[in-house]
């Protein structure tokens, strides 16, 4: 049991969730279009307003718990050497377990809910980037991430203006700054449709 007296703990009124997503909706800008609802000592919680724009994927020892509240989104994953897209509809959960390269790819007017566990000091983390083209590695970058809001954007950003470190070894494409996502097709299979494309 904790030796913290009850009466120095601070507890903090309900949040009207989608009353303060229209409030923070400003600070919802691409590349990764996110804010913090909660930053707290075990947990964290951020908000994810679509569209986003970006192309890494994320790979963390912990686990991390995705909410769909508004319009539907595609998580892609990396299942050994292929990538595969999962949609995730409004008002449903998806859990994804550490270990696992994730991509979430998000339209406009989408919202969503990301709990993950706050990292201990010391503990590492991965950005990476695959080929569009043929799938394989292009950059894997290790760091110890103590802001993921903005340390994800000013390494995405460092990515895509390295053309050595954003050009496939295997083939030869490079892995160039995508734009927003314009909109995501469902049917008859998932494709991802960005601003300047058809």
């Not at 600070?27 to 996110?34: D, K, L």
């Not at 995705?66 to 959960?93: H, N, P, S």
């Not at 030869?172 to 995508?178: F, I, L």
């Amino acid at each position: 049991m904790s030796n913290t007296p009850t009466d120095a703990v601070e507890v903090k009124a309900p949040i009207d969730l989608m009353a303060w997503c229209e409030a923070n909706k400003a600070g919802f800008v691409p590349p990764v279009s996110n804010q913090y609802l909660y930053d707290g000592k075990d947990f964290f919680a951020m908000v994810i307003g679509g569209p986003n724009a970006r192309n890494d994927f994320h790979v963390t020892d912990s686990e991390e718990l995705f909410m769909q509240l508004k319009g539907d989104i595609v998580v892609i994953i990396r299942e050994g050497d292929r990538l595969r897209k999962v949609a995730v509809r409004e008002g449903e959960t998806f859990f994804v377990p550490g270990g696992v390269p994730h991509a979430p790819t998000r339209g406009p007017g989408t919202l969503g809910l990301v709990i993950e566990r706050r990292r201990p000091a010391g503990e590492i983390e991965h950005q990476q980037f695959y080929c569009d083209h043929c799938e394989a590695l292009v950059h894997d970058q290790a760091f110890d991430c103590a802001d993921i809001v903005e340390h994800f954007s000013c390494a995405m950003e460092a990515f895509w203006a390295d053309e050595a470190l954003s050009t496939c070894s295997n083939c030869g494409t490079r892995v160039c700054k995508p734009m927003p996502v314009k909109r995501i097709e469902f049917e008859p299979e998932i494709r991802i449709i960005r601003e300047g494309e058809e």
